[in-house]
């Protein structure tokens, strides 16, 4: 029988045939490469690294402690019993996995979990050193959640907990987590630093708001599956240790962020360095929540300080709307004129709505209603402002005519 390269040469493929490079597997064990030990339970064995911090331990420009109220966490997150729950029954969790698309084939290499426990704040990483050893190592993680009934997680409820609950399925194992109040406290931060900041990732949030900086001993987040399958490849861990303090820091940032979190929106006007748009973003909070009056004295202070026009502008409308809710018409008549002469078509509105049904003055009502319908003729007027507006104002002129006469 003819060779492969004399085969290659009759199908004109010239030179010689380059063998594959075999490398030798390094076999460098996790636990030469972390500060950690291997542990076993009746399922079998599996990498824990366990770590103690003193409860109001110094991080950033802030402390690793709980001490602010919980009603306004818990009321935004439609979980009002979370706040009659001891903060030592809360667990912050974070997973590193093979990859970020979900599904059976992913799966979570490292679970990193913290709680606080009497006077510390105990933070466990529970590692995968081999696919095989998963049950063992989600027995271990159970035996740690089992004094928790809040879970507190950064993107968790929608990636990290479906993730673990499709890991304890696959293993034959009812998930533990799925027991839990979920605390999810991406959206609030997003919803509390959106018109702030230019991101809200964890890592930004680390640095403009809780005054951290990572040192050149992180692993980025989008390198980590590949670490771990190169791992698994090559036996070699020492590239892991980047990903141990990766995980360390997000299980405290987002432990003091919750805190931050916590104190803004339970007494915004309580801290003297709050940033303004903060403030407004913990009103419109208290606002969609149904607190009008906390919702009121905020923007009032707001209006107080230096804003841009276009926030100025905002805030205005959605204090008038609240003073309107609350039967407060002169406030409100007082902003809607402001509003007017600035040529805010919703405040001709107002003005025109408050003198027809509620002072019967149908001459000032034809007045607002023609002021407003002069200003939709203006060239800056933009043509989807002109069709939303028209047709209301038309209307009402005509009605205001036929009340006149």
């Not at 706040?83 to 290499?109: H, K, M, P, Q, Y």
């Not at 959106?194 to 990572?214: A, Q, V, W």
């Not at 432990?255 to 913990?282: F, Q």
Request: with cysteine.
């Amino acid at each position: 029988m003819a060779s492969l390269k004399d085969r290659l040469k009759k199908m004109g493929v010239k030179g010689s045939v380059i063998q594959p490079e075999i490398k030798p597997r390094l076999e460098f064990p996790i636990e030469d490469a972390v500060d950690g030990r291997l542990a076993e339970n009746s399922a079998g064995g599996y990498f824990l690294v366990e770590r103690s911090f003193p409860r109001g331990h110094k991080y950033g420009n802030n402390i690793l402690e709980i001490v602010s109220p919980l009603e306004m966490i818990a009321n935004w997150a439609g979980e009002n019993h979370i706040s009659e729950v001891d903060i030592d029954e809360f667990c912050f969790v974070d997973t590193e996995t093979t990859g970020l698309a979900g599904g059976s084939g992913t799966l979570a290499f490292m679970v990193g979990m913290g709680r606080f426990e009497k006077d510390e704040f105990k933070l466990a990483q529970f590692f995968l050193k081999d696919p095989g050893d998963e049950t063992a190592m989600l027995f271990a993680i159970e035996e740690f959640l089992a004094p928790s009934k809040v879970l507190v997680s950064f993107n968790g409820k929608a990636f990290d907990i479906p993730l673990m609950n499709a890991r304890y399925i696959t293993n034959m194992q009812p998930s533990p987590f799925k027991e839990l109040a979920q605390l999810d406290i991406l959206h609030l931060a997003r919803r509390l630093w959106r018109d702030r900041l230019p991101s809200r990732t964890l890592n930004f949030l680390e640095i403009e708001i809780l005054g951290i900086e990572r040192t050149g001993e992180d692993t980025p987040g989008w390198m980590i599956p590949s670490l771990y399958t190169d791992y698994l490849l090559t036996g070699d861990s020492r590239p892991l240790a980047g990903v141990f303090y990766h995980n360390e820091i997000d299980i405290l940032s987002l432990a003091v962020l919750m805190e931050v979190l916590a104190k803004i929106i339970s007494d915004p006007l309580g801290s003297k360095d709050a940033h303004t748009l903060d403030l407004l973003a913990v009103g419109k909070l208290n606002e969609d929540l149904g607190h009008q009056f906390e919702a009121k004295k905020i923007y009032e202070y707001c209006l107080e300080q230096e804003l841009p026009d276009e926030i100025r502008t905002r805030t205005i409308k959605r204090l008038s709307y609240i003073y309107r809710r609350l039967d407060q018409l002169p406030e409100a008549l007082s902003l809607w004129w402001q509003a007017a002469a600035d040529r805010e078509i919703y405040a001709h509105e107002e003005l025109a709505k408050y003198y027809e049904h509620k002072a019967r003055d149908f001459e000032e009502a034809k007045k607002w209603t023609e002021s407003a319908l002069a200003l939709l003729k203006m060239p800056e007027i933009n043509r989807f402002e002109r069709v939303q507006w028209q047709e209301k104002f038309n209307y009402r002129l005509e009605r205001l005519k036929r009340k006149i006469k």
